[in-house]
């Protein structure tokens, strides 16, 4: 990858993370689609898990550090190879929305099940207590993907246009 395209991407996950710290309605993020981003951009497996990750983690020492971390942290990691089975397919708009579809669907449901399995008083450990613990984020999801579209045509939108307007920056 050329360095300058390299940089580029990398600036771009991480002021997408970093955008997390300015007030927003909860869950509408660039975060997923800043996993997702990396994977399908970053040649280097390694970089595209440890960019989005440690900006994420630098952002969690702001926000503050929280106990489901390493399930969200595994969910953003998830989404990174979600990024990776769109490597060649970037350009494609249905593909970019099913990337941002399955990985905030996966968020979804990998989190409020961790919430339902540690929960001690919010949700009683029944299939009754599990539906109603999904049913309760909804609100969640709906912003989580929004977000996730929203932002995955912004970055993918924006490499694009950066790609045309810089050509040192194209593959």
Not at 84 to 105: D, Q
Not at 141 to 156: I, P, R, S
């Amino acid at each position: 990858m050329k360095q300058p395209r390299l940089w580029f991407i990398a600036s771009v996950i991480v002021l997408a993370v970093v955008v997390r710290l300015i007030p927003h309605p909860f869950n509408f993020t660039p975060v997923g689609a800043a996993a997702l981003f990396a994977g399908a951009t970053l040649q280097r497996k390694w970089l595209a898990f440890l960019v989005p990750l440690t900006a994420m983690l630098v952002s969690d020492a702001v926000i503050g550090f929280h106990s489901g971390m390493p399930v969200v942290y595994g969910c953003f990691a998830a989404a990174v190879c979600i990024g990776f089975v769109l490597r060649g397919r970037t350009r494609s708009p249905f593909a970019l929305l099913g990337g941002a579809v399955a990985s905030a669907t996966l968020f979804f449901l990998v989190t409020n099940f961790w919430v339902w399995m540690t929960s001690t008083t919010l949700y009683p450990h029944t299939f009754s207590g599990l539906v109603t613990c999904f049913v309760a984020a909804i609100p969640f999801y709906e912003n989580q993907l929004a977000g996730d579209v929203v932002y995955t045509a912004v970055l993918f939108g924006g490499l694009a246009f950066a790609e045309r307007r810089f050509p040192a920056l194209a593959v």
